[in-house]
């Protein structure tokens, strides 16, 4: 097993030992003893840090460090690399959010990066909490720790420092459904857990979204209430819904009705808040016309969001359209590859062909991801400065070929699909 040392200090900082050393880590904390840590120190509640998911580090396999923190953003510093051979490392947090794809180190070459990461739990206080569904239970975003996934062809972590984050990062809270949410297992992916790797350490994503969730529904989960208490003058808050709204039938319900009235409880919350409010059509669904034309599902709700976003003023991505452009550029057989489409066996447990044309997989996150980033800086919003200098721009006309895309899967996989549709 490969050996790397690693050491906490007050702002949990892992620093590398020699390879010679009968120990995986130095852990300090505050200036205290140092601490010798073995593949026995497994994360526990009551020691409150260690590896975690039945993982250790060494050799080639992924593993997961998780600590203890309080609710907030936290700036995380990696020296990514070894100095006895080369690494292929790709970054991940809490439920599969992407930091870092595919980082190449040679031998003895060692990079620093760094990327803010928000952690939450369900508590809003006076004993209130989010209503979470039970499938999302064992989901990394809604713990204690904050839980880091190290993965790859060959992850090599040098170091690793872990610390309170400055309250002039921005946060970008987002509110939405299943193709928004951090999905945790293979196959799934939404573009919220993607959109991650394209900005630098001034601002932090806090996806709220869950599968099946429409706006009163999230709403009443107190989702939003949760966000609230941890929002602040300049942030962002995206919000996207439609898919699920739209099957609520009945009086009263309706795109120019709840889901109207629903919306306007977001743009209140936003203003008394101060914060940067900006709507988000829904993703077309995967539905082809015998022409190769995306067939509009979404009836009146994307119009809906259009008019009261008009009459507010407020910026509006329009990804029901953007999403038409990306989807017909593909193709009919081609944009499979976007979706969760994989024949029985591919995944553990799955004895059934998956073909699912709402939700997507990694690639397909990545390409909306970008294409909200597009819609962003169609509005001139500001927070598109802080994007990493490697992002140059994406057009969904032409999106990036399926052949040179590369993402290292996690170790978990699930074969039931996110609620709605």
């Known amino acids: 097993m490969k050996k790397y040392g690693w050491v906490v200090s007050c702002t949990l900082l892992l620093a590398a030992c020699t390879p010679k050393e009968d120990h995986l880590f130095r852990y300090t904390y505050n200036g205290g003893e140092e601490i010798k840590i073995t593949a026995a120190d497994i994360y526990t509640p009551e020691k409150?840090?260690?590896?975690?998911?039945?993982?250790?580090?060494?050799?080639?396999?992924?593993?997961?460090?998780?600590?203890?923190?309080?609710?907030?953003?936290?700036?995380?510093?990696?020296?990514?690399?070894?100095?006895?051979?080369?690494?292929?490392?790709?970054?991940?947090?809490?439920?599969?959010?992407?930091?870092?794809?595919?980082?190449?180190?040679?031998?003895?070459?060692?990079?620093?990066?760094?990327f803010v990461i928000n952690k939450r739990n369900t508590l809003i206080g006076d004993g209130e909490e989010v209503k979470i569904k039970p499938r999302e239970r064992s989901k990394l975003?809604?713990?204690?720790?904050?839980?880091?996934?190290?993965?790859?062809?060959?992850?090599?972590?040098?170091?690793?420092?872990?610390?309170?984050?400055?309250?002039?990062?921005?946060?970008?809270?987002?509110?939405?459904?299943?193709?928004?949410?951090d999905q945790d297992n293979e196959p799934w992916a939404s573009w919220g857990q993607m959109i991650t790797a394209f900005f630098d350490d001034h601002i932090s994503v806090a996806n709220y979204a869950e599968s099946g969730e429409s706006a009163n529904t999230f709403i009443g989960a107190k989702r939003l209430k949760k966000a609230l208490t941890q929002m602040k003058p300049g942030d962002y808050i995206f919000v996207e819904f439609g898919h699920n709204d739209q099957k609520q039938k009945g009086p009263g319900k309706g795109a120019y009705l709840s889901f109207t009235e629903s919306l306007?409880?977001?743009?209140?919350?936003?203003?008394e808040k101060e914060a940067n409010l900006v709507f988000v059509t829904p993703t077309q669904r995967?539905?082809?016309?015998?022409?190769?034309?995306?067939?509009?599902?979404?009836?009146d709700y994307p119009d809906a969001m259009k008019k009261l976003a008009a009459d507010e003023h407020i910026p509006l991505i329009d990804l029901h359209a953007i999403t038409r452009t990306l989807y017909e550029a593909m193709g009919v057989?081609?944009?499979?590859?976007?979706?969760?489409?994989?024949?029985?066996?591919?995944?553990?447990?799955?004895?059934?062909?998956?073909a699912d044309n709402t939700?997507?997989?990694?690639?397909?996150?990545?390409?909306?991801?970008?294409?909200?980033?597009?819609?962003?800086?169609?509005?001139?919003?500001?927070?598109?400065?802080?994007?990493?200098?490697n992002y140059t721009g994406f057009d969904p006309a032409r999106p990036d070929a399926f052949e040179t895309f590369h993402f290292d899967e996690s170790p978990f996989a699930e074969v039931e699909k996110p609620d709605g549709n």
């Not at 499979?336 to 998956?354: N, S």
């Open 333 to 354: 057989e081609e944009s499979i590859r976007a979706f969760v489409h994989y024949p029985a066996g591919t995944y553990p447990g799955q004895e059934k062909d998956l």
């Open 48 to 114: 409150g840090y260690g590896f975690d998911r039945e993982t250790v580090a060494g050799g080639d396999d992924p593993f997961y460090f998780s600590v203890d923190v309080p609710d907030g953003n936290y700036k995380v510093t990696l020296e990514i690399g070894s100095r006895e051979d080369a690494g292929r490392t790709t970054v991940r947090g809490e439920s599969r959010r992407l930091f870092f794809n595919d980082l190449h180190t040679a031998k003895g070459e060692i990079v620093t990066r760094t």
């Open 286 to 299: 995967r539905r082809f016309d015998d022409e190769g034309k995306i067939v509009d599902t979404h009836e």
């Open 264 to 271: 306007k409880e977001f743009i209140a919350a936003a203003r």
């Open 141 to 181: 975003n809604w713990d204690d720790k904050l839980t880091l996934e190290f993965n790859g062809a060959a992850p090599r972590i040098h170091s690793l420092k872990i610390e309170k984050a400055e309250d002039s990062v921005i946060t970008l809270f987002l509110c939405g459904n299943s193709t928004v949410v």
């Open 359 to 389: 939700h997507f997989n990694t690639y397909g996150a990545y390409q909306i991801a970008q294409c909200v980033i597009e819609g962003m800086k169609a509005n001139n919003l500001d927070i598109v400065k802080y994007l990493r200098t």
